[in-house]
């Protein structure tokens, strides 16, 4: 597949995602079967992606090999060739394991707190007698949720 057939297949992508979207702008398409639709190639997308990406990742390293630590311009894209990042791994010492589940059940505790205060309800400290402060919430949003695809015969 040459450079300007990827081209073409991306822009054949694009151009077919957004016409779902002028279809149902136009009251053309049901806008959840169109949203499920999208899901679904999304869901496809990501599957063929996660197939792939580490064999064209790795050819693309080769790629850039010989390049140290600058700018490779291809294709009107600047490609910075970098070290990736490290991490630190705490996992081995038992004084941070030990404060990270204690902070785990605080929070737990709070967000209990939050529930029972939805209830008009209060948390009080079993040891110190004291209110237990109820966490804040962020998450209201839009209400329209998609779950797993049905079984056939169901």
């Not at 040459?2 to 957004?18: C, F, M, Q, T, W």
């Not at 790795?58 to 910075?80: N, P, R, S």
């Not at 209060?122 to 209110?131: A, F, I, S």
Request: net charge negative.
């Amino acid at each position: 597949m040459s450079n300007l057939e990827i081209k073409d297949s991306r822009n054949n992508a694009v151009n077919a995602i957004s016409d779902v979207g002028l279809a149902v702008l136009e009251g053309n398409v049901n806008p959840l079967s169109a949203a499920i639709a999208l899901r679904e190639v999304k869901k496809t997308i990501e599957s063929v992606e996660k197939g792939i990406k580490s064999r064209v990742l790795e050819a693309a390293e080769t790629e850039c090999e010989g390049v140290d630590h600058g700018v490779l311009k291809f294709e009107g894209y600047e490609i910075q060739v970098q070290e990736g990042s490290g991490r630190y791994d705490f996992s081995g010492i038992s004084e941070i394991t030990k404060l990270e589940a204690e902070l785990n059940e605080l929070k737990e505790r709070h967000k209990q707190a939050y529930k029972m205060h939805l209830k008009g309800q209060l948390m009080v400290d079993e040891d110190t007698g004291e209110v237990v402060q109820p966490a804040g919430y962020k998450g209201y949003g839009k209400q329209v949720r998609f779950s797993v695809k049905q079984k056939k015969g169901v």
